[in-house]
């Protein structure tokens, strides 16, 4: 039986493949944009909920985002050992200066995604459901290029 050497240098890219180093890089901003994802949603939620009743309760988050309490009570604790929240003795989670502007950095790029998503034909619920999805994954570039769409779509 043969044995082949298995080279050193990068394998040239196949047809179809991109480059090994373009391909892991991809991946690994989508690994990173998935870990970074719950984060902006919760900041997100939790500044809705301080807007619409003063503060954010832990039971309240849990709720509305459809997990345990446990869990939605280690995403906070997340959320405070990261600085972008915190919280105060029988009251609710309050976001600090980064979290609410990483909320309202979420909330414009999930506005954006929305807009281009119903500009494209798609119905304002399905939009509303997969932007859900889609911000987290969005590069600046690409966010740059749907508001230059839009912008240009408006302008006809």
């Given at each position: 039986m043969a044995t082949t050497k298995?080279?050193?240098e990068p394998a040239p890219a196949q047809a179809g493949l991109a480059a090994e180093p373009a391909q892991a890089d991809r991946f690994l901003k989508a690994r990173s944009a998935r870990s970074a994802s719950m984060l902006?949603?919760?900041t997100e939620l939790i500044a809705d909920l301080i807007a619409a009743n003063g503060e954010a309760r832990t039971t309240d988050i849990a709720r509305r985002m459809g997990v345990a309490h446990p869990t939605a009570s280690k995403t906070i604790a997340r959320l405070k050992r990261e600085g972008l929240a915190r919280a105060q003795p029988y009251r609710g989670i309050?976001?600090?200066e980064t979290g609410a502007a990483m909320a309202k950095r979420a909330r414009e790029r999930?506005?954006?995604?929305?807009?281009?998503l119903v500009a494209v034909g798609a119905p304002r619920e399905a939009a509303e459901a997969d932007a859900e999805g889609i911000e987290h994954y969005?590069?600046?570039?690409?966010?740059r290029a749907f508001e230059a769409?839009?912008?240009a779509r408006t302008k006809q």
């Amino acid at each position: 039986m043969a044995t082949t050497k298995r080279s050193k240098e990068p394998a040239p890219a196949q047809a179809g493949l991109a480059a090994e180093p373009a391909q892991a890089d991809r991946f690994l901003k989508a690994r990173s944009a998935r870990s970074a994802s719950m984060l902006e949603d919760y900041t997100e939620l939790i500044a809705d909920l301080i807007a619409a009743n003063g503060e954010a309760r832990t039971t309240d988050i849990a709720r509305r985002m459809g997990v345990a309490h446990p869990t939605a009570s280690k995403t906070i604790a997340r959320l405070k050992r990261e600085g972008l929240a915190r919280a105060q003795p029988y009251r609710g989670i309050f976001l600090t200066e980064t979290g609410a502007a990483m909320a309202k950095r979420a909330r414009e790029r999930h506005r954006l995604v929305v807009d281009l998503l119903v500009a494209v034909g798609a119905p304002r619920e399905a939009a509303e459901a997969d932007a859900e999805g889609i911000e987290h994954y969005v590069s600046a570039a690409t966010l740059r290029a749907f508001e230059a769409f839009l912008r240009a779509r408006t302008k006809q």
